[in-house]
């Protein structure tokens, strides 16, 4: 099993920045490919980033390419978002989800562990 906690959302101007964290406990953590989902009211789930563990490959979703970064601590277990450059259209509920798989997919299907989410608002 793996467990996992987002944080770092809330509330900021378009323009702005965040990061997200997302800190894992259970199985060795550094063996997951990790993904960062997000969802909007009356949308549909969608990947904005993925890092994989065997070779640190990336996959990002058009959207965001240029404006969001993920990255990896193995050591603290952590895998992070920054959000750069914010849009009202990237507000909505972010989590971060593990897949033992090596490609960094972005299909939420190959996931095993999801997160609880938390809140992004950005305001125009």
């Known amino acids: 099993q793996v467990q996992l906690v987002e944080s770092g959302g809330g509330l900021v101007q378009a323009g702005g920045s965040l990061r997200l964290s997302c800190a894992a406990s259970?199985?060795?953590?550094?063996?997951?490919?990790v993904g960062w989902f997000r969802q909007a009211p009356g949308k549909e789930r969608e990947c904005v980033a993925a890092?994989?563990?065997?070779?640190?490959?990336?996959y990002y979703a058009d959207s965001v390419k240029g404006r969001f970064t993920i990255s990896r601590q193995n050591a603290k277990n952590t895998v992070y978002l920054q959000m750069n450059s914010l849009k009202p259209e990237d507000s909505a509920v972010y989590y971060c989800?593990?897949?033992?798989?090596?490609?960094?997919?972005?299909?939420?299907?190959?996931?095993?562990?999801w997160g609880q989410g938390t809140q992004v608002t950005v305001s125009s």
């Open positions: 259970g199985r060795t953590f550094s063996r997951y490919t």
């Open positions: 890092i994989s563990w065997i070779d640190g490959s990336t």
């Open positions: 989800a593990a897949d033992a798989s090596a490609p960094p997919s972005p299909n939420s299907y190959e996931y095993d562990y």
